[in-house]
């Protein structure tokens, strides 16, 4: 259902740079991703917002579980908003995700970590 949605709303991704160069709306989120400092967070709907696609937060989630194997994007810097990792709790992509964070400094408690802190 998720796929069809972004189907039917594709029309929207069809944005220009102010230099009137296409711009794939993979790349913006690429782009807002790699600018997440380290140590910071960003949510999938501020993600959204920042790459010019409110309302996307779907779709950044999207992009962002289909990068390459070896991408050096710090795709583990983008989380919902509730402060938590949004893979299901003691998978490989979780364990891995919290690892990242957690060398980065970011505290968790109770599975959960503050966004009013952590947030970029």
């Not at 967070?41 to 409110?54: E, F, H, I, N, R």
């Amino acid at each position: 259902m998720f796929e069809l949605d972004c189907s039917i709303r594709l029309d929207r991704f069809q944005n220009k740079n102010l230099q009137g160069l296409k711009v794939n709306n993979k790349e913006k989120i690429w782009q807002v991703v790699h600018q997440i400092p380290k140590g910071k967070v960003a949510s999938y709907g501020q993600v959204a917002k920042m790459a010019d696609l409110p309302g996307y937060a779907r779709y950044v989630g999207y992009v962002l579980k289909n990068l390459p194997e070896d991408s050096k994007l710090p795709w583990f810097r983008v989380v919902n908003s509730q402060g938590k990792i949004s893979f299901p709790i003691g998978t490989r992509q979780h364990l891995a995700q919290k690892s990242r964070l957690e060398e980065e400094g970011i505290v968790f408690v109770s599975g959960k970590f503050s966004m009013k802190m952590y947030q970029w």
